[in-house]
C-alpha cells in the first residue's frame, strides 16, 4: 500500500469521471450517484486550478459531457445579496469576526435556500455536476447537510463534491480537523491510498 500524491490523484480524475459505471450510476446498488474527491486543504490552490483544465477535457470530444459547477461560497453570497445583506455581513465579519457572522448569516441561508438555488443552476441535461467552495462557505454551511438535502432533488445526474478535508466513506472532516456529521452515502472518489498487488 502507498500514498498517492496529490498529482497523481488529480491526473486519476479524468478517467475516473469518463468512466461508463459513475456515468451511468452501475455497481452502487440503490444509492445516488454522490463522490467526494477529499484533499489536504493546502492543496486547494492545485485543485482550484485543476478543475478548470478537468472540465475542458470532459466536455471535448470525446467525452462530450456538460457539467455544472455550483460554487457554494458563491451560493451562499447570491442567497445574502439577493436578501440585500451581503455588504452588512461583510462589514459584520470585519467588526465582529467570523462567529458573530455565523450566528447572524447562518439562519438566513437555510440548506433548502441552497438546494433551490443549485436547482435554478440545473437544466436537466447535466452529466456532471461538480461542487466546489466547500472550505470558504465554513461556518455558515456544511457539507453534509447539503448533500443529505440534495438527496430528494438529484436522483440520475452524479455529483462530486471537492472537499478539503478527508472522508472515509463514513465520516466528513473539514480541514482535517473538523468532525461533520457522519455521512454514508457518498463514494470516496479516487482513494488516497494504492494497493499494490
Do not use: W
Not at 97 to 126: C, F, H, T, W
Amino acid at each position: 500500500m502507498s500514498l498517492l500524491t496529490i498529482q497523481q490523484r488529480l491526473n486519476a480524475l479524468l478517467p475516473a469521471l469518463q468512466s461508463p459505471r459513475l456515468l451511468e450510476n452501475q455497481g452502487i446498488g440503490n444509492e445516488i450517484g454522490f463522490y467526494i474527491f477529499d484533499y489536504n486543504p493546502e492543496h486547494e490552490p492545485l485543485v482550484q486550478q485543476h478543475i478548470p483544465k478537468l472540465r475542458s477535457k470532459l466536455e471535448l470530444p470525446p467525452s462530450n459531457l456538460k457539467i455544472v459547477e455550483i460554487n457554494l461560497y458563491g451560493a451562499v453570497l447570491s442567497i445574502l445579496e439577493e436578501r440585500k445583506v451581503l455588504q452588512k455581513a461583510f462589514e459584520l465579519e470585519s467588526s465582529k469576526g467570523s462567529a458573530a457572522l455565523k450566528k447572524s448569516v447562518k439562519p438566513m441561508v437555510r440548506p433548502e435556500q441552497v438546494v433551490d438555488y443549485i436547482q435554478k443552476q440545473l437544466q436537466g441535461n447535466e452529466r456532471l455536476i461538480f461542487l466546489t467552495g466547500v472550505g470558504a462557505c465554513y461556518p455558515i454551511l456544511r457539507a453534509h447537510t447539503i448533500l443529505n438535502n440534495l438527496h430528494s432533488v438529484l436522483d440520475r445526474t452524479p455529483l462530486v463534491m471537492f472537499f478539503p478535508g478527508s472522508y472515509d466513506g463514513h465520516e466528513l472532516r473539514l480541514f482535517n480537523t473538523l468532525k461533520d456529521d457522519n455521512y454514508y452515502r457518498a463514494f470516496p472518489l479516487v482513494p488516497r491510498q494504492e494497493y499494490l498487488a
